[in-house]
């Protein structure tokens, strides 16, 4: 490693090209969207209005390079789990009660193996949730992927009831914090990259456990927080991390004030700072810190134990995130 700190960007994964490339393409898919279409481009879920009332709620997600972390480790199950929390947890943030969900899986050869703890993985974290593993397509594509890769997506369908209701987001609220069990499913290309002179059995200090152990820590769920908390907004911090995924439950004019001494940041994430000598933006851009959802409530609904982490004001920069 140079002088320089490491950067999402510079370990492959570039957020604002990507950003920049989505803003070409929303009118073309604007175009496709009926009256039906109550949510496009741009929330955690996309919503479509059924006949009598109700929603239903979708998404569509990947695990990205934790995969490469999961065949060095032989170790898939979690990664079954792992795509079937992110999905439901990003229909949860528009109250939605997952209904089925499908896979896509690819790779150059089939191990039966591998197929095997993928799919242990996914139904255990489907029934957890109550939804139905509907089917899915499993593709071998020798030549587009090498011998021993893969790939794994998910697809999710949920349902809106008719009475779910959300009080308007207001400055005064309050930001609830619900943890992190890791790193879950962003940022792994960055991490591999701080990482990769490290065998995965290597046991840091500051960790406690095997590398591999830690970073292969499954994705949370949130469903049963969400169904038990009152709340307004709701942020599933993943791709983007703290800065790019926060706004997303804010209206507009309206900003997040965080106080970073509210929480504690796991060892994990202060190990890959020091390591990659990654810049405080740059991680609250890429990870989710040790917080995997954040919740707007108002101030009287703040459940017993929660988390302040912050609380919503009106916008005075170009910042939406600012800390204190």
């Given amino acids: ?85 992110h999905c439901v947890n990003d229909i949860a943030t528009a109250r939605a009660r997952p209904l089925f969900f499908l896979d896509y ?25 109550g939804c139905a593993l509907l089917g899915g397509e499993t593709a071998e594509m020798p030549g587009v992927y090498a011998l021993g890769d893969y790939d794994l997506a998910g697809f999710i369908v949920g349902l809106v009831e008719p009475s779910a209701q959300r009080d308007a987001v207001e400055p005064g609220d309050v930001l609830i914090g619900l943890p992190s069990s890791g790193l879950h499913t962003n940022g792994y290309s960055l991490v591999r990259k701080v990482f990769e002179d490290v ?29 038990r908390i009152r709340w307004k907004g709701a942020a599933h911090i993943t791709g983007g991390g703290v800065l790019g995924n926060l706004p997303r439950c804010l209206p507009d004019g309206l900003a997040a004030r965080l106080d970073r001494k509210a929480w504690r940041v796991p060892p994990i994430f202060e190990l890959i ?39 919503v004001v009106r916008q005075a920069g170009p910042d939406r995130v600012v800390f204190r």
């Avoid at 899986?105 to 489907?126: H, I, K, N, S």
């Avoid at 390591?275 to 040790?290: H, K, L, P, S, V």
């Fill in 1 to 85: 490693m140079g002088s320089e700190g490491l950067s999402y960007a510079a370990a492959g994964v570039d957020i604002e090209a990507y950003e920049r490339a989505l803003e070409r393409v929303k009118p073309l898919i604007a175009a496709t969207h009926g009256k039906e279409v109550v949510e496009g481009v741009g929330p955690f879920a996309g919503l479509y209005a059924l006949p009598g009332g109700g929603h239903l709620a979708a998404s569509a997600d990947g695990v990205g390079t934790k995969i490469k972390v999961a065949i060095a480790a032989s170790s898939h199950r979690g990664i079954g789990v792992d795509i079937v929390n």
């Fill in 105 to 129: 899986f690819a790779t150059g050869r089939l191990d039966p193996d591998v197929f095997t703890q993928l799919v242990e993985g996914m139904t255990a974290a489907c029934r957890a949730a």
């Fill in 199 to 227: 065998p995965l059995g290597h046991v840091f200090s500051e960790l406690g456990r095997p590398l591999g152990e830690v970073v292969l820590e499954p994705h949370r769920s949130y469903l049963d927080d969400l169904g």
């Fill in 273 to 311: 700072r020091k390591r990659g000598r990654i810049a405080d933006d740059e991680m609250y851009g890429t990870f989710n810190m040790g917080i995997g959802m954040i919740l707007v409530v108002d101030r009287r609904d703040v459940p017993e134990g929660g988390t302040v982490i912050g609380e």
